[in-house]
């Protein structure tokens, strides 16, 4: 299995774009998880998808960000507009259900300019 | 200006050694917890699991304790290896399985050097 992808691997933006950040899950996980990392907080949950639906998104910092999952083997992270706070390394993951081991992707590294 | 970020604690091990890392929880209904390995420019990788039914659990070179009554968790790596160098993160799963929900609470990490 390839693992968790996920693309771009690296995102430049200008304050006030739009930026799609895509990810695929491992192939028979029914759990999705996106996460932010950053220097300042860490790694913290954004928001997970149990069989393509959202769960929990308390974690979204605020209606700027936006996940979806039309199907078990595509999500996005939305961020619109974007700002320079927004620039850290967000990751994917995805398990088999939600209370098991998470299987990371490598990450986009997102910088807002 | 300078940037504030996290202060992660690094702990220093000579090749060979054993080395322990700890992390303390902060909800005592948590009842699931794994452990992960960060390296340089990569996602975390699953390392050792363990469920609040138990207080201890073994891998290959690898240990995880769990003592509830203080809310604290260790990471045992047993013949410290450069290739261990990264940054270790315990996660607990703050779930209410009732519900149906979960909330991962991950802790700030620890750096492991291992000299030669």
């Known amino acids: 299995d390839a693992g968790v992808i996920q693309s771009p691997r690296h995102e430049v933006t200008e304050m006030g774009q739009e930026v799609t950040l895509r990810c695929k899950p491992i192939s028979g996980h029914n759990s999705l998880f996106w996460y932010r990392q950053t220097m300042m907080r860490g790694l913290e949950l954004l928001i997970y998808?149990?069989?393509?639906?959202?769960?929990?998104d308390s974690g979204m910092p605020e209606d700027r960000f936006s996940a979806k999952m039309p199907n078990a083997s595509f999500s996005t992270l939305k961020i619109q507009p974007s700002e320079p706070r927004d620039s850290a390394v967000y990751f994917c993951?995805?398990?088999?259900?939600?209370?098991?081991?998470?299987?990371f992707g490598p990450g986009t590294r997102l910088t807002v300019t | 200006g300078e940037s504030v970020g996290l202060h992660l604690p690094t702990l220093s091990v000579q090749e060979g050694d054993n080395s322990i890392i700890n992390c303390a929880y902060s909800n005592s209904a948590s009842d699931y917890f794994i452990w992960y390995k960060q390296e340089s420019g990569k996602g975390p990788q699953f390392i050792i699991d363990i469920r609040s039914n138990m207080d201890k659990r073994q891998g290959q070179r690898v240990t995880v304790l769990l003592n509830k009554t203080v809310k604290h968790l260790s990471l045992q790596i047993a013949a410290t290896q450069p290739g261990d160098s990264a940054v270790y993160f315990c996660?607990?799963?703050?779930?209410?399985?009732?519900?149906?929900?979960?909330?991962?609470?991950f802790g700030t990490g620890t750096r492991l050097k291992v000299l030669a």
């Open positions: 998808f149990n069989n393509n639906v959202p769960i929990d």
């Open positions: 996660a607990e799963n703050m779930g209410v399985r009732t519900s149906g929900t979960y909330k991962y609470i």
């Open positions: 993951a995805s398990s088999l259900g939600a209370d098991v081991e998470q299987y």
